[in-house]
T-cell receptor, first 116, second 109 residues
Framework: DAGVTQSPTHLIKTRGQQVTLRCSPK?????VSWYQQALGQGPQFIFQ???????QRGNFPDRFSGHQFPNYSSELNVNALLLGDSALYLC???????????????FGPGTRLTVL | GQNIDQPTEMTATEGAIVQINCTYQ??????LFWYQQHAGEAPTFLSY????GLEEKGRFSSFLSRSKGYSYLLLKELQMKDSASYLC??????????FGTGTRLQVFP
């Protein structure tokens, strides 16, 4: 049973560039959430996708956007990169069981983004 | 606002018991999760509490008091491999998780 996978593992970009990160959810899961984790901090919620639509969003600027595909995989796009965007980007998947109730989220290994 | 507080660091000895506390203030409460995160790795799910009381799962137990906005994670028979960060996360609404900064636990022989 494949777990959550993310690509790439590491990425180095320069300020002003754009980046796309990819996530494949755990088999059987239909919901994907993205988190940003700065060094020494807990993950911060960016947004969540369900049925190919953004369902919830955290306190992140519009430079952060995403997409979910019919096969439930997802992409996170960040435009106009800033030095402060350097972080570990985590994708988590879950299965929608009961609307409004939290479902256990399973995390992928993350993508380490460095902005120079 | 949303606030999750947990100690930054803790140390313990192999074979001992350690309790990691978490207090929270959130606009809404849908459940509380504990995750373990080894350095450079993804968080892995440990436990979930939605009702008051103790949930036991092997060497790990988690307790919740909703009226006090308080939870703890209890680790028994500590092993060296338990050295990791432990993240407390609250779901205030839907599936969104609000994480604390994590508690870095070091287990010594």
């Amino acid at each position: 049973d494949a777990g959550v996978t993310q690509s790439p593992t590491h990425l180095i970009k320069t300020r002003g560039q754009q980046v796309t990160l990819r996530c494949s959810p755990k088999s059987g899961h239909d919901t994907v959430s993205w988190y940003q984790q700065a060094l020494g901090q807990g993950p911060q919620f960016i947004f969540q996708y369900y049925e190919e639509e953004e369902r919830q969003r955290g306190n992140f600027p519009d430079r952060f956007s995403g997409h979910q595909f019919p096969n439930y995989s997802s992409e996170l796009n960040v435009n106009a990169l800033l030095l402060g965007d350097s972080a570990l980007y985590l994708c988590a998947s879950s299965l929608e069981v009961l609307a409004g109730a939290p479902d256990t989220q399973y995390f992928g290994p993350g993508t380490r983004l460095t902005v120079l | 606002g949303q606030n999750i507080d947990q100690p930054t660091e803790m140390t313990a000895t192999e074979g001992a018991i350690v309790q990691i506390n978490c207090t929270y203030q959130t606009s809404g409460f849908n459940g509380l999760f504990w995750y373990q995160q080894h350095a450079g790795e993804a968080p892995t799910f440990l436990s979930y509490n939605v009702l008051d009381g103790l949930e036991e799962k092997g060497r790990f137990s988690s307790f919740l008091s909703r009226s006090k906005g308080y939870s703890y994670l209890l680790l028994k028979e500590l092993q060296m491999k338990d050295s990791a960060s432990y993240l407390c996360a609250v779901s205030p609404l839907g599936d969104k998780l609000i994480f604390g900064t994590g508690t870095r636990l070091q287990v010594f022989p």
